[in-house]
């Protein structure tokens, strides 16, 4: 795995939201590098932005991504809008001194610290015991730092994560299933990115590699070995992770806050940004959510057409506008339309509003994958999933998706399983789930679910190239039922097209099952589609 990629790659991610368009500059600025001392003395190396003209101003405070360091982005575009900005280096990374530890406990109190420092400066507005207010923008890393940070500290009072994570447990390995690639990569990059980009080039093999295993918390060392060798993470391993994850803190996370999230993000996939959008929404938390075309993805999408582009940049910049300065441009009502959603639809390249995902008071339809099943008439109700151990499926490692030697299919008319008339479409903005009656040949088995869409012409798309693994422990043979979530998409289909729903035992992103032949799929199993709304003549 090429290093350069994958920081090209996550860069992309952490920067995008920082490199909102900016407008005609209101303010003259000026920039500085600082080094502020952390609370246990560690240094953070950041970028200090301030507006020339005399005032005190909310602060904008911004990070990078996974393995990168600061970008002046941020500042010049908020800077000019009258904002007091700091652009930092997360400990351990860039210019910064420390050990990484994955937005754990030490880089949130770097965050408080950093609004300490930032409390003492002349341009600053401070309200009394309240503090200064500061509202934190950026992507990936630079998200989950926001959500750890704004459930400890209130002085916190506007987030936009951009393509960050609820539970990186689920994140690093989905349903029990460890994400081999993506692992591999973000290991590599983080390594690079830390202490190593320091080292003497004339430094030892020996030195390199203790410089190496000190820049980063011991526990992502072990967790990686442990998902190459034990096919699995650790207890300690995974509460490592969950320290780390907004998704139990979520009592705590009082912040408005605006989640940006990618169709194809295939590190944080999209209902990571749905549950964490609806655990603010469920606790009375203001919270809007806009899915748009990118996100971590090892085969780059085409980029957004301008006016979804203008839609994500317009609300980033309205975000703290209203929610730190109540300024009389904020625009957040105006770009959402009294919608709390923003979904950006790959087929019309289009932004459209809606209320949830799945959109509420549409429909939900249930499909018994015996109906789906191709098999004789006079078959067993359950098809066999061999386990080839060698991935011979792809989702989205290189750019053709394709099945696995031993999947199996199941195919479901859209005329009949959405009760379409001629001329007109299903529009499904759903998280489909599987209601799962399996048996395992062996104590275990890996199962990957994949949802393509067949046009009336025979064209067949892998719906955002998104996959849903699932490990299963079992006795052998056992009947073992599961409710599995699949990954959340928008899709129209017509009434000539079909579902089709792929079960394999291997994808190439993925590690496989080593102790099983296996899984037996009954096809009592039912695959759910909330969020379908019938129309009434074509959108695309």
């Not at 002046?72 to 000019?80: C, D, E, K, L």
């Not at 280096?89 to 950093?114: H, I, M």
């Not at 989702?395 to 394709?402: A, D, I, K, R, T």
């Not at 590690?511 to 032949?517: D, F, H, I």
């Amino acid at each position: 795995m090429q290093r350069r990629r994958f920081l090209g790659v996550l860069g992309a991610g952490a920067a995008g939201l920082a490199a909102a368009s900016p407008a005609t500059a209101e303010l003259e600025y000026t920039e500085t590098d600082v080094r502020i001392e952390s609370f246990d003395g560690t240094e953070i190396a950041a970028t200090l932005f301030e507006p020339a003209k005399p005032g005190r101003y909310p602060v904008v405070l911004g990070t990078h991504g996974w393995g990168g360091s600061r970008s002046a982005s941020i500042g010049r575009n908020y800077a000019p809008r009258g904002y007091v900005v700091l652009s930092y280096d997360s400990r351990g990374f860039g210019e910064s001194e420390g050990e990484v530890g994955v937005d754990g406990p030490k880089e949130v109190a770097d965050v408080s610290a950093l609004i300490d420092w930032l409390e003492g400066r002349e341009k600053v507005r401070v309200e009394g015991e309240n503090g200064a207010s500061v509202g934190m923008i950026g992507g990936s890393y630079a998200g989950g730092i926001q959500l750890n940070a704004a459930a400890v500290d209130d002085r916190i009072e506007a987030i936009v994560p951009r393509i960050a994570w609820h539970d990186l447990n689920y994140s690093l390995q989905p349903n029990g299933v460890v994400k081999t690639v993506w692992g591999t990569g973000l290991y590599g990059v983080g390594i690079a990115g830390s202490r190593t980009r320091v080292v003497a080039e004339d430094s030892s093999t020996e030195t390199r590699v203790n410089d190496a295993s000190r820049g980063i918390d011991p526990a992502v060392h072990r967790s990686y070995a442990e998902g190459i060798a034990l096919n699995g993470y650790s207890q300690p391993s995974q509460a490592f992770f969950a320290a780390r994850s907004p998704y139990h803190k979520m009592d705590e996370l009082d912040v408005p806050a605006l989640f940006v999230q990618g169709w194809t993000d295939h590190l944080f996939v999209p209902n990571e940004a749905i549950w964490n959008f609806e655990a603010f929404r469920n606790r009375g938390r203001d919270a809007k959510l806009i899915m748009y075309n990118g996100g971590h993805a090892q085969i780059p999408v085409d980029s957004d057409p301008q006016q979804a582009e203008s839609a994500r940049d317009e609300a980033t910049r309205a975000w703290p506008a209203e929610h730190l300065d109540s300024r009389d441009d904020a625009s957040v009502d105006a770009v959402f339309d009294d919608h709390d959603v923003l979904v950006y639809e790959s087929q019309t390249e289009r932004m459209r509003g809606a209320n949830a995902i799945p959109q509420r008071n549409a429909e939900t339809v249930e499909l018994d994958l015996s109906e789906g099943a191709s098999i004789p008439e006079d078959a067993v109700g359950a098809s066999l999933v061999g386990n080839t151990v060698a991935p011979t499926a792809n989702s989205y490692v290189v750019s053709e998706s394709f099945d696995g030697a031993t999947s199996v299919a199941f195919e479901f008319d859209a005329s009949d399983a959405f009760g379409l008339d001629d001329g007109q479409q299903a529009d499904l903005l759903t998280v489909p789930e599987i209601d799962l009656q399996v048996r395992t040949l062996g104590t275990e088995a890996t199962l990957f679910f994949r949802v393509i869409h067949v046009s009336e012409d025979g064209e067949e798309t892998h719906i955002n190239d998104n996959v849903t693994p699932l490990r299963i422990e079992d006795t052998p043979e056992a009947v073992h039922t599961e409710t599995l979530e699949l990954i959340a998409f928008q899709r129209y289909v017509s009434s000539g097209d079909t579902i089709r729903l792929v079960i394999d035992s291997t994808d190439s992103g993925f590690n496989s099952a080593r102790e099983s032949a296996g899984a037996i799929v009954e096809h009592d199993s039912t695959l759910r589609i909330p969020g379908v709304t019938v129309l009434d003549g074509s959108v695309v």
